[in-house]
């Protein structure tokens, strides 16, 4: 990547406190691999998912893969109007129910229907590839796991939308469980 690329990229200085934080009596004790995802095609998703799935079947390993979700309005130039039932609904109850269909996708480990979603809503999720990434290779991994799930256990929005010069971004957090197969 290039220096200015490099440089504006953040994400492993958001996770590299919090890794030490939650395991320090490991400290010194592992070797932190990151791996950026820029932009890729579904193919190339599901390419490095087969490539990264013996690593993610590994129960040495800790995989973090870091997204935030919706960048709501005029200045992120993505003003999506989520169909609702009720065209009164405020525009951050539309963003949360937006995020929570493709949380859904997500959930039931369903990379087609995740994919789908994102060109039918062109959800701002700027980690769509990490997560298509992960879901492949957790499609390469099944066959020896079993109790595999997905759970997401907070969603939150950086702004209540409500009007349309406002912005927003949403954050999300899931967690990966699975056991293997006897």
């Given amino acids: 990547m290039s220096l200015d690329v490099d440089e504006d990229e953040h ?19 592992f070797t932190i691999v990151p791996i950026l995802v820029g932009s890729l095609s579904y193919s190339n998703e599901e390419v490095y998912g087969k490539i990264l799935a013996p690593y993610l079947a590994d129960t040495n390993n800790l995989f973090i893969i ?3 979700f919706c960048h709501w309005g005029s200045r992120f130039s993505f003003t999506y109007r989520y169909p609702t039932q009720n065209s009164s609904t405020p525009i951050f109850k539309q963003i949360e129910e937006m995020d929570k269909e493709g949380m859904s996708f997500i959930e039931r480990l369903d990379v087609k229907g995740f994919k789908q979603y994102l060109k039918s809503t062109r959800n701002t999720i700027c980690g769509r590839h990490p997560i298509g990434v992960l879901l492949n290779a957790i499609v390469q991994c099944s066959p020896s796991w079993e109790n595999i799930n997905i759970k997401f256990v907070k969603y939150a929005q950086s702004n209540q939308v409500k009007h349309e010069k406002e912005s927003s971004v949403s954050y999300a957090s899931a967690y990966l469980s699975a056991s293997l197969k006897k």
Wanted: net charge positive; glycine share 0%; aromatic share 10%.
């Fill in 11 to 29: 994400s492993i200085e958001m996770h590299l406190p919090y890794i030490a934080y939650r395991m320090p009596s490991k400290k010194n004790s």
């Fill in 66 to 68: 870091s997204s935030d």
